[in-house]
């Protein structure tokens, strides 16, 4: 009973990104930036899951500005109270890649 328990449950986890998003360079700098000490694609953490960001900005023609904007200002209060810290450190084209690479999940 326990094996077939897990065989249900186990489908219930999230699916690991395909080699074609781990694969980016918006992937690659998320990394090298430290951005998945907080952030995942697709698993709960304390901070936004950048499916849920892509989805919220999906249509919306002004997001990536205001996203890529929003890595090196930082900001809080659009998805409950945590706190994004400022990242003015990356340069804004690696930003903008790294913005185009959230809103394409």
């Known amino acids: 009973?326990?094996?077939?328990?897990?065989?249900?449950?186990?489908?219930?986890q999230?699916?690991?990104?395909?080699?074609?998003?781990t694969?980016?360079?918006?992937?690659?700098?998320?990394?090298q930036n430290g951005c998945f000490s907080c952030h995942e694609i697709d698993t709960e953490s304390y901070?936004?899951?950048w499916r849920?960001?892509?989805?919220?900005?999906?249509?919306?023609?002004?997001?990536?500005?205001?996203?890529?904007?929003?890595?090196?200002?930082?900001?809080?209060?659009?998805?409950?109270e945590m706190l994004m810290p400022p990242h003015p450190q990356i340069g804004e084209d690696d930003r903008r890649t790294m913005t185009k690479f959230i809103l394409s999940l």
Not at 14 to 21: C, K, R, Y
Not at 23 to 31: E, I, R
């Open 1 to 12: 009973m326990l094996a077939s328990l897990g065989v249900v449950l186990g489908g219930c």
């Open 14 to 21: 999230p699916e690991a990104p395909s080699a074609e998003v």
């Open 23 to 31: 694969g980016s360079k918006g992937y690659a700098l998320a990394q």
């Open 47 to 49: 901070c936004p899951k």
């Open 52 to 80: 849920d960001i892509a989805n919220r900005y999906r249509g919306d023609g002004g997001a990536e500005a205001r996203l890529t904007g929003k890595i090196a200002a930082g900001g809080n209060g659009v998805w409950g």
